[in-house]
């Protein structure tokens, strides 16, 4: 069956230092795969997705960037972070028959 | 762009009670998801309608989609404790990715 893994779970980081976060999908291959943040209190929002390895599309501007090193594998990351990087990250898996989510990782800028 | 909006945001009710939750969308699209989110959680998948006039139950939440209306439902009867949550609609945009609505935050009193 297939699942999809992030980690870590939660993570509070001060400003101006660096972020990895990742994602892993098992039991498909050449999934789509996709980025979404959610602020407190708010919808979803779309900030890259990737159909293979090393293609990645940006949806907003931001100071973030993502990866696609290996087939099951997608990571956010950025080099320093701020204040409004905060929030709660999804890696989610889509098909046609929807989404498929990770656990999430609530992320604390300080 | 696409355009996802529910209504309404919030909504308290009390247990035994009947309500409905909507979900508008700006283009045209056939494939149309549920979500529900619990508190500090990820999402979990509800309901696939994939096609103009599909319903789709399960316990007490019944989804519809009208595609010429641009219109999504999710019916909640009888409400019980346990459907307090955050719901979201998406909307696949054609390309696989999917746009959400800004949530639903149903509270279900005793």
């Known amino acids: 069956s297939q699942t999809i893994h992030q980690w870590p779970a939660t993570l509070v980081q001060p400003v101006g230092s660096p972020l990895s976060l990742e994602c892993t999908v098992e039991?498909?291959?050449?999934?789509?795969l996709y980025w979404y943040r959610q602020a407190a209190g708010r919808g979803l929002q779309l900030l890259f997705y990737s159909v293979g390895i090393g293609q990645i599309s940006s949806e907003v501007p931001q100071n973030l960037s993502a990866s696609r090193p290996q087939d099951r594998q997608f990571i956010l990351s950025s080099k320093k972070l701020l204040l409004s990087d905060s929030g709660f990250y999804l890696c989610?898996?889509?098909?046609?028959?929807?989404?498929?989510f990770g656990q999430g990782t609530r992320l604390t800028v300080v | 762009e696409l355009k996802v909006e529910q209504n309404p945001l919030f909504l308290s009710m009390q247990e035994g009670k009947n309500y409905t939750i909507y979900c508008n969308y700006s283009t045209t699209s056939d494939r149309l998801y549920w979500y529900r989110q619990d508190p500090g959680k990820s999402l979990e998948s509800l309901f696939v309608l994939l096609s103009n006039g599909a319903v789709k139950q399960e316990g007490r939440l019944m989804a519809s989609l009208d595609t010429k209306a641009r219109l999504s439902t999710l019916h909640i009867t009888a409400a019980v404790h346990d459907l307090s949550a955050t719901y979201f609609c998406a909307v696949d945009t054609g390309a696989q990715k999917l746009v959400f609505g800004q949530g639903t935050r149903l509270t279900i009193n005793p």
């Open positions: 039991g498909t291959s050449n999934p789509n």
């Open positions: 989610a898996w889509i098909v046609g028959v929807g989404a498929f």
